[in-house]
């Protein structure tokens, strides 16, 4: 069921909606094309903003940055409660989407997908979002300098999620 | 903020880099990630434009205009800067429903749609408004129904059953949304520090 509705999700909406708007008389192809058209010019709009970021990630992913800050925090980590093998994921997940992806199905090959730290994993990659990619590519697309409290209150959100699924898997 | 962070990133890349000796890694990963950027966005440019199209048909039909509607006691809390019958009201809705949905293709290019509205309320001015910094935060949380990804690969690393991990990651999602919430609420009037 929940295979059907995923995979069926964005051709069931475009149906609806193309439906639904030709019922109600919209030009629906004219409408299409023209709002496209906006879309076009806001994915350009975007390159630099992407180029930036992901220049930024891949030398802190190459780097071997992530290895020595875990060892550094692992033990602080530890006294909360925070498994070892959890940290680089809890350290890369808000800065990159493709790396956190590549150590998430690294990781739980290695310790196994219905085990604690399999389902933790897998808890954390489900709940959280790339906050240091979402953030620039939105405000840059909207032209935004000062994006003011906006970082801080979505790490302050992914990091209280992140530590929820650390805790809340240990019962469930 | 994001000038400091993307200092902060770039230093410590290169100086770590240099120190463990990767120089040749580090080099070859910012020339890799220029293409992988291009990419990115040719990949994006088509989801954009389809979204933004059917979008603009939803509009037309008058669905938009509804889901705002459902929303709106949500949207009083949440975007109180917002006027009652600004288009962005549509566009957000409509970019937190695709986010909800799990329609990952949709998600980024109708939030970047959605947060230009926001920008319009705010006269275009380059420095974000409440609404808007609530608006980024929302999207920066995950509020996702159904993360198929990751049960994908779940699945294929042997799980008996994976999609057991939905309840947990269901509290997650909504813990860390109320304190994204709550975070840019309280933060919102103390901004002096957080700049």
């Known amino acids: 069921m929940i ?67 875990t060892s550094l925090v692992k033990g602080p980590l530890s006294l909360l409660g925070v498994p070892a093998e959890i940290v680089p994921i809890l350290l890369i997940r808000p800065f990159s989407g493709s790396a956190s992806l590549g150590l998430f199905t690294q990781q739980i090959k290695l310790f196994g997908a219905d085990t604690y730290l399999g389902r933790t994993l897998s808890t954390i990659m489900g709940s959280s979002e790339t906050v240091l990619y979402t953030l620039p590519v939105y405000f840059g697309a909207a032209n935004v300098k000062d994006t003011r409290h906006a970082v801080a209150a979505s790490l302050i959100a992914s990091y209280t999620g992140m530590l929820v699924s650390i805790y809340i898997c240990k019962f469930i | 903020m994001l000038n400091l962070i993307w200092v902060i990133m770039i230093f410590s890349g290169v100086v770590t880099g240099l120190l463990m000796g990767r120089t040749k890694e580090i080099s070859d990963a910012v020339l890799a990630s220029c293409v992988d950027s291009v990419q990115v966005v040719i ?40 006027p009652k019958d600004h288009p962005a009201n549509g566009a957000i809705a409509v970019s937190i429903s695709a986010d909800f949905l799990g329609l990952g293709s949709a998600a980024t290019p109708l939030g970047i749609m959605a947060m230009k509205e926001l920008s ?12 808007m910094v609530m608006f980024g935060v929302i999207n920066a949380v995950c509020i996702q129904m159904i993360p198929s990804t990751i049960l994908i690969i779940r699945q294929q690393a042997g799980a008996v059953d994976p999609s057991s991990i939905m309840p947990t990651v269901w509290i997650s999602s909504i813990m860390s949304t109320l304190a994204g919430i709550f975070a840019a609420k309280i933060l919102e009037k103390r901004q002096m520090f957080f700049r």
């Not at chain 1, 639904?20 to 023209?34: N, Q, S």
């Not at chain 2, 319009?120 to 609404?131: C, Y």
């Open chain 1, 3 to 69: 295979d059907f509705i995923s995979k069926f999700s964005v051709p069931g909406v475009i149906f609806f909606i193309v439906v639904i708007g030709y019922l109600k008389k919209v030009p629906v192809f004219d409408a299409f094309v023209e709002g496209a058209k906006e879309g076009a010019s806001a994915a350009f709009e975007v390159l630099p903003v992407m180029v930036g970021i992901l220049t930024a990630v891949s030398l802190i992913n190459a780097s071997g940055l992530i290895d020595i800050l």
């Open chain 2, 43 to 82: 990949t994006m440019l088509g989801a954009m434009c389809l979204w933004s199209g059917i979008m603009r048909v939803a509009e037309k039909a008058g669905l938009v205009n509804k889901l705002a509607k459902l929303l709106k006691g949500v949207f009083r809390f949440l975007f109180p800067g917002l």
């Open chain 2, 120 to 131: 319009k309320v705010n006269n275009n001015s380059p420095v974000a408004s409440n609404d």
